[in-house]
């Protein structure tokens, strides 16, 4: 395992600037931080990248770090190597030293997560097996939750006779505006006992105002179910803040652990809420990882996660969010006076994130935006994604990372500028 510091995890010999050596970042330099350049570079350093492609596509999963993809290949040889001597003697006491870590990480306790293989296997067993509903009882979702998860609430109906109720979130979105569009559909549909809800959303990367939301569901008694898949590693994500009582989320996204990893997190008063996964009984009746059930796991994968946290925890959420944050300020700002091209980022940085969506004035359908994202790369070599599921109609995604250059985001910026020229 890496004891990751600040200076450890960029290049060596490479300058930070004034008072950036501790590994905590001081709140008052994290702004100032952001643009440093240098710094950045060291960071980038880090990674070993495709030059194939302006690559503005890192929401579908996170490249690993070099310490991180060192360590996990140090894992994997040792897994390899002593096959179940090893699984069988070792292994359930070092995942339950991870398990503790990543706990901490979140701010709960240990028998409050069970790992899975990524954030929709836990939301998965959490919609699946929420087992208060009764027929009659109403669900709820809205346009910008991940397509799976609203498939596995629609489900709900054949499960527990739940009726769905479908809402279209407010566009351009302000925070007060989300709060008030989730009060108003639950106070016209009295009946919701349980609500789904995507921290950041990954057709157009809004960041919503969790907390006050939960709250608000929780005042009406509803349950909240919470998917934090592109949260966690991005945003701050210390779970009570939340007020979600289960949650899913992955680390092979913004945390930079291996693909394979997520979490289940089922708050501990709340566990007996969720029923065990077809009545398998590895743990005791009461025992959080009831809940899920993934077979033989990757190992190596979930010993890696220890690394990727070191990593993170070098730089810090909050630098990391500031530093995302500038680099998607840096394209979507410039645009934001264009005629022609339609941004579906809002302005209050609040709500923003790494991801950033837009589409070409007037072009809404799945075909024109999944032009647009072929003219993106064929024309000017930058790699993004269409998205579609929103009520106003596709967009184009584009998502910057740590190890993003500010040149690349500014080429976007101009190309997007030349399109809507045409």
Not at 34 to 47: D, H, L, P, R
Not at 67 to 82: C, D, G, K, S, T
Not at 272 to 296: A, C, E, N, Y
Not at 319 to 335: D, F, G, I, N, S
Request: contains cysteine; glycine residues 8%.
């Amino acid at each position: 395992m890496t004891n990751l510091t600040r200076r450890g995890v960029v290049a060596a010999g490479l300058a930070l600037g004034a008072g950036s050596g501790s590994v905590a970042a001081q709140p008052a330099a994290v702004g100032t931080q952001a643009a440093n350049e240098t710094y950045w570079a060291g960071i980038a350093a880090q990674y070993d990248l495709t030059s194939e492609v302006i690559q503005l596509e890192n929401g579908n999963w996170g490249v690993m770090s070099r310490p991180v993809l060192a360590a996990y290949e140090r894992h994997q040889a040792m897994v390899n190597r002593r096959n179940s001597y090893y699984s069988r003697r070792e292994y359930g006491a070092d995942l339950v030293r991870i398990r503790a870590r990543v706990a901490a990480n979140l701010g709960v306790a240990p028998e409050e997560i069970a790992f899975t293989r990524g954030a929709t296997e836990a939301l998965q067993a959490l919609i699946s097996g929420y087992n208060r509903l009764k027929p009659g009882d109403q669900v709820l979702i809205a346009d910008l939750d991940y397509d799976s998860m609203q498939s596995a609430m629609a489900w709900l109906k054949d499960r527990r006779g739940a009726e769905l109720v479908r809402i279209e979130l407010p566009e351009p979105a302000t925070r007060q505006g989300l709060i008030d569009a989730y009060a108003a559909a639950l106070d016209a549909n009295p009946k919701v006992r349980l609500m789904l809800l995507t921290q950041v959303s990954h057709r157009n990367g809004l960041h919503l105002p969790v907390a006050e939301i939960t709250a608000l569901a929780r005042a009406r008694g509803v349950d909240v179910i919470l998917d934090s898949a592109h949260a966690w590693g991005q945003v701050e994500t210390k779970l009570p803040a939340l007020g979600a009582d289960f949650v899913g989320l992955n680390g092979h996204k913004w945390i930079g652990a291996p693909i394979g990893v997520g979490v289940l997190y089922i708050a501990k008063a709340r566990i007996p809420d969720i029923d065990p996964f077809m009545g398998i009984d590895d743990h005791r009746p009461g025992d959080v990882r009831l809940r899920v059930h993934t077979g033989t796991s990757n190992m190596a994968a979930y010993l890696a996660m220890a690394d990727a946290l070191d990593f993170h925890e070098a730089l810090g959420t909050q630098a990391k969010a500031a530093r995302l944050t500038y680099l998607r300020r840096r394209w979507t700002e410039p645009l934001r006076s264009v005629q022609g091209v339609q941004l579906l980022t809002p302005e209050d940085d609040q709500l923003g994130s790494a991801l950033g969506a837009f589409r070409l004035a007037g072009r809404t359908t799945p075909a024109e935006n999944a032009e647009l994202a072929r003219i993106l790369l064929e024309r000017f070599g930058i790699f993004t994604v269409a998205r579609h599921g929103l009520a106003s109609g596709s967009c184009v995604r584009a998502t910057v990372s740590l190890f993003t250059r500010p040149a690349e985001v500014d080429r976007l910026a101009q190309a997007l500028q030349v399109l809507s020229r045409a």
